[in-house]
């Protein structure tokens, strides 16, 4: 006899109730048949589930173990009942989704707001210092959307034939310790900065071209800069070291701080990419706006900077005519 799930929901019934009789009527059997029914149990497991007298039904040390799988097993395959059955109802799929990102701020909001909303929805995420590889993995398929950023007006290389919209624009910040001289300032000229080392993330955008382009504007040509993952990056400016550029939605980290550049010399721009013949495309409208929401979400621990996009239109996320395609 093969073991089935129906054997393994009358181990469980004995072992709830303690006794066959009591088992056998909560499953509406006859007591006989119950107990004819756990004797091929037991002869095909191998041995007794159950030691049986007059004060009732207690399992034995092999009992314990059967039970043991049966109470993972029994919910587990009535978890996949209901879910099956959702799936039926809907007549389709849970929605998957794909993401991609270069140094993302709204990637970890972005997927908790769509696990939110969409429980069912299989999410998963890759991370990349590429904005050409991501593209090549959504034009690929691997991928559904890539979320990244560039400079200015510049836009993703267009030699994959992705759709690209904006989630919104922000002025690009500078990160310094505390114990800055200029760190008491709201403001500071990027001039200002001309004698400060420098610490940037990896990546192959135009970024780095826009910041010597920026600095050459304002009259010099930056020192040294470090190359570094984001960790090395706010370790060696808080240590000193060096200043760095940053999102403005960089997350607060204790003893540091983050002003903004006179005159706003650098912009950075959020994208969401995405094939416009691929599956995906269908519901890019939704994860645009679920993109824009977590965007705004991740202003919340930066009040000063949202006072400052309220008298800043052209900045953040920019509705309704605002929003262009790239």
């Not at 202003?299 to 309220?310: I, K, N, R, V």
Request: charged content about 20%.
């Amino acid at each position: 006899m093969n073991l089935e799930l129906r054997h393994l929901r009358v181990v469980c019934a004995i072992a709830e109730t303690g006794s066959v009789t009591k088992a056998a009527s909560a499953l509406g059997l006859a007591q006989p048949a119950l107990t004819a029914q756990l004797q091929r149990i037991e002869r095909t497991l191998g041995g007794p589930l159950f030691d049986r007298d007059r004060r009732g039904a207690r399992p034995t040390a092999l009992g314990e173990l059967v039970l043991a799988r049966a109470r993972v097993l029994l919910p587990a395959m009535k978890g996949l009942q209901d879910e099956a059955a959702r799936l039926a109802g809907a007549g389709g799929a849970p929605p998957c989704y794909r993401f991609g990102g270069v140094n993302s701020p709204i990637l970890g909001r972005l997927v908790h707001r769509l696990a939110a909303e969409h429980p069912p929805a299989q999410i998963t995420t890759f991370a990349s210092w590429s904005v050409d590889e991501l593209a090549q993995l959504v034009a690929g398929g691997r991928l559904d959307f890539a979320l990244t950023g560039v400079c200015g007006d510049a836009s993703p290389s267009a030699g994959f034939g992705l759709s690209w919209q904006e989630v919104a624009i922000d002025p690009v910040l500078v990160l310094l310790p505390e114990s800055h001289p200029l760190a008491e300032r709201d403001e500071v000229r990027l001039a200002d900065l001309r004698h400060e080392q420098w610490v940037a993330a990896p990546g192959d955008g135009c970024f780095g071209d826009c910041f010597a382009a920026a600095c050459a504007r304002a009259g010099f040509t930056p020192r040294k800069v470090y190359e570094t993952d984001i960790r090395g990056c706010v370790d060696l400016v808080e240590a000193g070291v060096a200043v760095a550029l940053c999102q403005a939605t960089f997350r607060p980290v204790t003893g540091l701080v983050t002003r903004r550049l006179a005159g706003t010399p650098l912009r950075w721009r959020l994208l969401l990419g995405w094939h416009p013949d691929s599956p995906a495309a269908q519901g890019a409208d939704l994860v645009l706006e679920t993109a824009k929401a977590a965007y705004v979400d991740s202003l919340a621990p930066h009040p000063e900077y949202l006072s400052w996009l309220l008298n800043n239109p052209g900045f953040g996320v920019r509705r309704p005519s605002g929003i262009r395609p790239v």
